[in-house]
């Protein structure tokens, strides 16, 4: 089967004054069709850094990246993949439902269909009332949400979130953990989810990928096992405690091998 994505000896090194910055080293990691697998691990240990390269935002100084079995260019040139990242990455001068409407435009659907997709996906992220305003006249968690909508829009087979739901509400949060479960189970999407919150990564994922700086690497892949189930039930299982209990460990094994390198 296509693998969504496969990173091989994937290396990235950034040139600094100070010195080269070896953001990323040898990583391995294939994300098959339809998988969730959360990156997570301590703040540059270079997990936005890989998304970009998956994203063709940056190219690799070492190893090899393929999407769908193409290189990371080609994918980006064939909008293979949906993006929502850090910085909600709103154009300014276009309102909500234009900046959503936007990856729809760019494959080419009828405006009667992309007004309806439109709709719908304003309505999934709660802002059907603010569709004709600009991004500056919104909260930074609206501004988010609408990144979001336009990463879905045209229901791509693999997405791209690097902290998507990090400037949003507890309940906000959680309600669309939900949502973009379901609907990567329902389009048979992949996704690749960037987070610092342990609960959410087990929540959302069949597999946890664990990090660890200096340089940024692969300490730990932790599947998650928890099948289709990903409902509100869930948040209350023991077997969600007992995986979540896992990541903290290995996040924390990576921790106290840092000490030990000072
Ligand atoms: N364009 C760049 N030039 C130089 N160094 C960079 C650049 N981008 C990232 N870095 C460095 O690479 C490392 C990884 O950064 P990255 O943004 O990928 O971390 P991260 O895991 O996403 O962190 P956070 O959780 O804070 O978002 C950091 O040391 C950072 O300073
Ligand atoms: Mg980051």
């Known amino acids: 089967m296509t693998l969504a994505v496969k990173a091989t000896g994937v290396g990235k090194v950034f040139a600094a004054k100070a010195g080269d910055v070896t953001a990323l080293t040898g990583v391995d990691l294939e994300v098959e069709a339809g998988e969730f ?4 691990g301590p703040s540059g240990c270079g997990k936005s850094t890989l998304l970009r390269l998956i994203a ?3 190219q690799p100084s070492s190893g090899e990246l393929s ?9 980006r040139i064939d909008q293979d993949y949906g993006i929502a990242f850090q910085q909600a ?18 494959h080419g659907v009828a ?20 569709t004709d305003r600009f991004p500056d006249q919104l909260s930074g968690g609206m501004q988010q949400r609408v990144a979001i909508a336009r990463a879905l829009a045209a229901s791509p087979k693999l997405l791209l979130m690097d902290e998507p739901f990090g400037a949003l509400d507890e309940m906000t949060r959680e ?16 996704v690749v989810f960037v987070t610092h919150s342990i609960p959410e990564a087990v929540f959302l994922s069949d597999r946890v990928v664990v990090m660890s700086p200096r340089p940024g690497r692969i300490t730990d892949v932790i ?25 903290r460990e290995a996040l924390h094994g990576t921790k106290v091998e840092r000490a030990n390198e000072r």
């Not at 990455?89 to 760019?106: K, Q």
């Not at 309600?175 to 992949?190: C, D, M, N, P």
């Not at 599947?223 to 896992?246: C, I, S």
């Open 37 to 40: 697998v959360s990156l997570i």
């Open 56 to 58: 063709d935002l940056d």
């Open 67 to 75: 999407i769908f079995d193409k290189p990371a260019r080609r994918a």
């Open 89 to 106: 990455g709103l154009l300014p001068w276009r309102t909500v439902a234009a900046n959503i409407a936007l990856p729809l435009e760019l």
């Open 111 to 130: 405006k009667p269909a992309r007004e309806a997709r439109v709709a719908e996906l304003a309505e999934l992220v709660g802002l059907t009332d603010f």
């Open 175 to 190: 309600y669309l953990q939900g949502e973009l479960t379901r609907i990567a189970s329902e389009t048979g999407a992949a």
């Open 223 to 247: 599947a998650t096992g928890l099948g289709a189930a990903r409902d509100e039930a869930l948040r209350e299982n023991p077997l969600y405690f007992e995986k979540v209990t896992a990541v």
